[in-house]
């Protein structure tokens, strides 16, 4: 993700409050520690009713729940309670465009400990203005990193944990030094994993194949989007299991999915171009089909969508 815009105000611990209030102690859990698990949301623009629509919102809080319990933050959010923060966000900050929304759950103290009698818990929310990446056109280009993806026994991918991101900044680290846009990671057998923030997927010979959730991956939710579209839209059965390195190379489209990525083809692997080099024909069609139904409004035919609750006016 480019460098964001810092907002006027930011959901903290209950309301709408100005950035700068939104402070913790450098000995929290969350400092010491890590000790916080996020989500990655987006709300979709409808020009034609000037409000947002916010994809996938049950599924993002619903994993968000899952990943707390796993790693033993109490919390008591609610699909009802995300979306009211989130829809005072909107209207207090005007934005009339594409946003990014990252609630986040975090251990002020409690240490070891899963007691909310003997813990305490934050919660904020950013949402920052999100125009889309150029390279969602043109495709990126990416390196197979050193770095290996953590497992279910170490920090387990499928907890969307910020202490898990650590693993991917170093790929990321590397990725820039040599030159290219991503990094995908291996898992501990040496099996394609995932990018720092997105599935990966492959189509060769009109077969459509990805990793399954085994494989040291976050169960992502664009991913399950993506599968859906494919089997509904092409009628492609996508194969999910352990993928080589070197079907890579061998390769004759390969697109990541993510929701600040969204569907983005990826053009050359290790300086090797993928097929022709540009975007293929499956990775654009699955495009198509993607943003129709992330821009579908209230003709939301897939129960994708949540509309705001208001419009956001004209300033």
Same mark, same amino acid.
């Given at each position: 993700?480019?460098?964001?815009?810092?907002?006027?105000?930011?959901?903290?611990?209950?309301?709408?409050?100005?950035?700068?209030? !939104?402070?913790?102690?450098?000995? @929290?859990?969350?400092?010491?520690?890590?000790? @916080?698990?996020?989500?990655?949301?987006?709300?979709?623009?409808?020009?034609?009713?000037?409000?947002?629509?916010?994809?996938?919102?049950?599924?993002?809080?619903?994993?968000?729940?899952?990943?707390?319990?796993?790693?033993?933050?109490?919390?008591?959010?609610?699909?009802?309670?995300?979306?009211?923060?989130?829809?005072?966000?909107?209207?207090?900050?005007?934005?009339?465009?594409?946003?990014?929304?990252?609630?986040?759950?975090?251990?002020?103290?409690? *240490?070891?400990?899963?007691?909310?009698?003997?813990?305490?818990?934050?919660?904020?929310? %950013?949402?920052?203005?999100? %125009?889309?990446?150029?390279?969602?056109?043109?495709?990126?280009?990416?390196?197979? @990193?050193?770095?290996?993806?953590?497992?279910?026994?170490? /920090?387990?991918?499928?907890?969307? !944990? $910020?202490?898990?991101?650590?693993?991917?900044?170093?790929?990321?680290?590397?990725?820039?030094? /040599?030159?290219?846009?991503?990094?995908?990671?291996?898992?501990?057998?040496?099996?394609?994993?995932?990018?720092?923030?997105?599935?990966?997927?492959?189509? *060769?010979?009109?077969?459509?194949?990805? %990793?399954?959730?085994?494989?040291?991956?976050?169960?992502?939710?664009?991913?399950?989007? !993506?599968?859906?579209? =494919? *089997?509904?839209?092409?009628?492609?059965?996508?194969?999910? *299991?352990?993928?080589?390195?070197?079907?890579?190379?061998?390769?004759?489209?390969?697109? =990541?999915?993510?929701? =600040?990525?969204?569907?983005?083809?990826?053009?050359?692997?290790?300086?090797?171009?993928?097929?022709?080099?540009?975007?293929? !024909?499956?990775?654009?069609?699955?495009?198509? $089909?993607?943003?129709?139904?992330?821009? /579908?409004?209230?003709?939301?035919?897939?129960?994708? =969508?949540?509309?705001?609750?208001?419009?956001?006016?004209?300033?």
């Amino acid at each position: 993700m480019s460098e964001l815009t810092r907002p006027d105000y930011i959901w903290f611990d209950g309301a709408v409050r100005p950035w700068s209030q !939104a402070t913790v102690h450098v000995w @929290s859990e969350v400092v010491l520690r890590a000790a @916080s698990v996020f989500e990655g949301m987006r709300g979709y623009w409808c020009p034609e009713e000037s409000r947002h629509y916010f994809l996938h919102a049950d599924a993002h809080v619903q994993r968000l729940k899952e990943s707390a319990r796993v790693v033993r933050i109490p919390n008591d959010l609610t699909v009802e309670g995300v979306l009211r923060g989130v829809n005072e966000m909107v209207s207090a900050l005007g934005y009339r465009e594409d946003v990014y929304i990252r609630p986040t759950l975090y251990l002020e103290r409690g *240490r070891y400990t899963n007691d909310a009698d003997i813990s305490d818990t934050g919660y904020f929310m %950013p949402v920052f203005p999100v %125009p889309r990446s150029e390279t969602i056109t043109t495709g990126q280009s990416v390196i197979v @990193s050193s770095w290996r993806r953590s497992g279910d026994d170490t /920090a387990p991918p499928r907890v969307k !944990a $910020a202490a898990n991101y650590y693993n991917l900044r170093l790929a990321r680290l590397e990725a820039e030094a /040599a030159g290219a846009d991503e990094a995908i990671l291996l898992n501990a057998a040496g099996k394609v994993a995932e990018t720092g923030g997105a599935a990966v997927f492959l189509v *060769r010979g009109g077969r459509v194949v990805t %990793p399954a959730v085994s494989e040291s991956i976050l169960d992502s939710i664009t991913r399950r989007s !993506a599968i859906e579209l =494919l *089997r509904e839209t092409a009628g492609i059965q996508v194969e999910e *299991r352990p993928v080589d390195r070197t079907e890579l190379y061998q390769a004759d489209e390969v697109f =990541l999915t993510g929701t =600040l990525c969204e569907i983005t083809p990826v053009v050359s692997v290790d300086r090797l171009a993928v097929g022709s080099g540009s975007p293929g !024909a499956l990775t654009k069609a699955l495009q198509d $089909a993607y943003y129709a139904a992330c821009r /579908a409004g209230g003709g939301d035919q897939r129960g994708w =969508l949540t509309p705001a609750e208001a419009v956001v006016p004209a300033r």
